[in-house]
């Protein structure tokens, strides 16, 4: 099952900077965005362990690949929030695959869910 992240979400420097900036610029930040992830991933099914694959689909290369990745944070606790998995452990997250990519047009993050029996 897939569903999709309009936009682009916090990299690890603009995390490191709301962490800075302020003690609870950070704790918005994790709001906001892991309760967009959360309404955006309501309506999928439930899995008790998933293979995640995520594709980052960016504006441009500006980006270094490990400072987007620093956004999955917001996507599997969106995840556990919107019930889609139980939590984020191991024991329910078999592996996570990141692809990153470019669109000029249309930047967004793409997360594919796969059940592991």
Do not use: C
């Not at 906001?32 to 290369?61: C, D, F, Q, S």
């Not at 690949?65 to 999955?72: E, L, R, T, Y």
Request: glycine share 6%; no cysteine; aromatic share 6%.
């Amino acid at each position: 099952m897939k569903f999709e992240i309009p936009g682009r979400l916090p990299g690890l420097n603009e995390i490191i900077d709301a962490a800075k900036d302020h003690f609870g610029a950070y704790a918005r930040m994790k709001d906001e965005h892991t309760t967009m992830v959360a309404w955006l991933a309501k309506k999928l099914p439930r899995y008790k362990r998933v293979n995640i694959t995520i594709t980052w689909y960016e504006p441009n290369g500006k980006r270094d690949p490990d400072n987007i990745m620093a956004g999955q944070k917001f996507i599997l606790d969106g995840l556990v929030m919107a019930g889609v998995i139980p939590n984020d452990t191991r024991k329910h997250i078999n592996s996570i695959k990141h692809i990153p990519e470019i669109d000029r047009v249309n930047p967004r993050v793409e997360v594919e869910l796969e059940e592991v029996e």
